[in-house]
């Protein structure tokens, strides 16, 4: 089934806002063995927005729109649609007293120009808004289909995973392959790639395909079979193969993020942690309590931003910031082991390095990271030179102090 | 001038990557008087690019179209374009050159495949890249202009910047209307509305936008005028005028982040600063230390997310964590005085709370957050209840923590 996106809106079209929406609503009819063959943006206005709806009604078989539902003036996309399928507004009355009744929930009156929200096209039907007043809507004729949801991300999200993908599903549209994710951080993409290429390209019914950003790279698994059951066995099998090949560097299959992995191990191990932090500034503390009941393992942590603190309250000894400087093994070692005893923490990790713009020398460029863990095993300390500009050397240098922790954790040695 | 954004790439139909260069290139154009009528996204495939590149061309004065330029057989909007514009691709021996010397700084010889990166179609003039091997193009001839950039943001970002915008106003495109944006935190946009749309009614030539996101609301004004200085002088005045009804609430002009601006009167002041963070974890200390330069004023500080460290690093007295309750404005008061002394900087500011999903009570609900500044002037508490999941909470909560640093700074007092 070939379905188009079309998004509406000025904000859409004036740098205001990016465009999530288009990317999310794929996914969605992805998952679900929809094609999506256009994705469409046009401002407010009424000759825009039917000229959109029209072609994509034609090229598509089904068309999703977001945006343009309120009850303001700019909000045109009810009306044209409604004239797109030669249909009149009339009131609906159940939608009019879930307006209403959102309105009393907050204390309020509603304001007439909201009963608008409640006309809907005639022969249309209207998609329950769970968390806001403007209904969805589903506009149907013999050769057409079409979806109108709010632009409100979280409202999009709940009418389509409540009902447009249930809809389609009733219509016969099903999972075509079933897809597996192996996170994976510590390893370029061209690595991988020759890792795994040889034995995916043997695999049966598998396709592969990689998403790297600053965190790592994700591998993407889509496999076929006789029906979902089928597809779904020779999926885990090929996960597992690719996951015996790229061993150490699979932080997760699926969605999880580092830090959530990290807390199941440390919850697992009955460890807790701290973080010595200085070029990071706080990154590391900040994702690993991103994770909700992780005050279970995390005690906490210093920012040892300037060399005063190091010392101060990690303990670290002025002979080594002198001989060896901030950036280096000695001095992320003795941060993590000073954290450990200073937090009362079963382990630490430290992250001492020069994120840039200035700071960089022959010796020590920008981008030189040292990291450590300190536990009762002992320590264990690494090095990396990133690319990228401040944030960037900030963002890999977090990722990699995590990914430490887990391979610590897990017992796993250390690249050569 | 009438642009359209063309965007190309499966990756940004299928639910991988959201696009987020439409909204960046429109931003460009938008400030040299462009507008933008529509956006098209379609996936590599000669038939829709060519269908997209044929309808942009027919319906506005010029077109942006992103991706595609890379040299693997996935990337076909060069070839179609030529032959969208009835030329063929000739081998550009400049071009060639930049792509092997890219390769050779890198210690590696080009691939053969690298050569079709320096074929461009007949007549066409490359964009030099900056960043990477693939050079932008633009073709044009009586009635039709095609830009044709990397779909890597920095590679475009850099192409506009440094060749798309100037070309445009070489070609007379010019801002038409003055922006300036008024940053403020601590206000909702409906209060905002309140305060200042009376007086913006009267204000000569000025339109006003609400751009509200978690860490506060921009306020945009866009001003015309007789020619380009005398709009800015009328902008000028407009946001004068706005910023004296909105005082307080303001904390910069233009895109400056609230760290920024904290950081900037820090060391104006020559004041030093620590955090102690509970509930934000860390993200305090990451924003302030996200600004280069921030070792002037940027200590370091405790993540004292246990009550243990709250006491052990914080010197917290265990009587107030028992009377009061970790979440309280003698625990943040205690929090931050003990930073500074613990840190040796002037001033340090604490931030306590609850994010949830766990951990809220009747008295004590999900979202309620106190924090406290602690100088040599004394102490400064607030509290705040913040609505969204956790990490939303967490999100307002530091934003709102570095305004609390920015009023005290400047001997703003506080909101009855």
Not at 356 to 362: A, N, T, V
Request: one cysteine or more.
């Amino acid at each position: 089934m070939r379905f188009e996106i079309v998004t509406i809106g000025a904000e859409l079209l004036d740098g205001t806002l990016v465009d999530s929406n288009t990317s999310e609503v794929a996914s969605r009819l992805r998952k679900i063995g929809g094609d999506v063959i256009r994705g469409t943006t046009v401002p407010d206005d009424s000759d825009a927005i039917r000229s959109a709806l029209v072609r994509a009604l034609e090229s598509a078989d089904a068309v999703v729109a977001l945006g343009g539902l309120g009850a303001t003036s700019d909000d045109r996309t009810k009306q044209v649609a409604s004239r797109v399928f030669e249909s009149n507004l009339v009131l609906d009355e159940e939608v009019l007293a879930h307006v209403r009744s959102r309105f009393e929930s907050l204390g309020r009156a509603m304001p007439e120009i909201n009963v608008s929200q409640a006309m809907i096209p005639q022969g249309a039907r209207a998609i329950h808004n769970q968390s806001g007043t403007a209904p969805g809507l589903v506009l149907e004729d013999d050769a057409r289909l079409l979806f109108l949801l709010p632009g409100v991300p979280a409202e999009m999200r709940a009418m389509m995973d409540g009902y447009v993908i249930p809809f389609l599903e009733g219509r016969g549209l099903k999972r075509e392959g079933e897809e597996r994710i192996l996170r994976t951080t510590g390893i370029s993409e061209s690595a991988l790639a020759e890792l795994i290429d040889p034995t995916v390209r043997r695999l049966a019914r598998t396709e592969v395909s990689y998403l790297p950003n600053l965190m790592g790279v994700d591998v993407r698994l889509i496999c076929g079979g006789h029906g979902a059951s089928d597809a779904s066995r020779t999926a885990d099998r090929s996960a597992d193969r690719v996951e015996e090949l790229l061993g150490r560097y699979v932080y997760a299959r699926g969605k999880e993020g580092l830090e959530e992995v990290v807390g199941y191990l440390l919850s697992m191990e009955r460890q807790t942690i701290s973080v010595a932090e200085s070029c990071t500034g706080g990154l590391v503390g900040h994702r690993l309590t991103s994770v909700p009941g992780s005050s279970d393992y995390m005690r906490g942590g210093v920012i040892a931003y300037s060399n005063d603190l190091k010392k101060r309250l990690l303990k670290v000894r002025a002979a080594a910031l002198r001989e060896h400087g901030a950036v280096s093994r000695e001095v992320a070692v003795a941060m993590a082991a000073g954290c450990a005893e200073r937090c009362g923490s079963d382990m630490a990790v430290s992250v001492t390095g020069i994120a840039g713009p200035g700071g960089g020398s022959e010796d020590k460029p920008i981008g030189l990271v040292w990291m450590a863990v300190a536990s009762r095993a002992g320590e264990r300390a690494r090095s990396f030179l990133f690319g990228g500009a401040r944030e960037a050397v900030r963002v890999q240098a977090a990722q990699s102090a995590l990914d430490l922790v887990r391979r610590v954790l897990l017992g796993i040695e250390e690249d050569d």
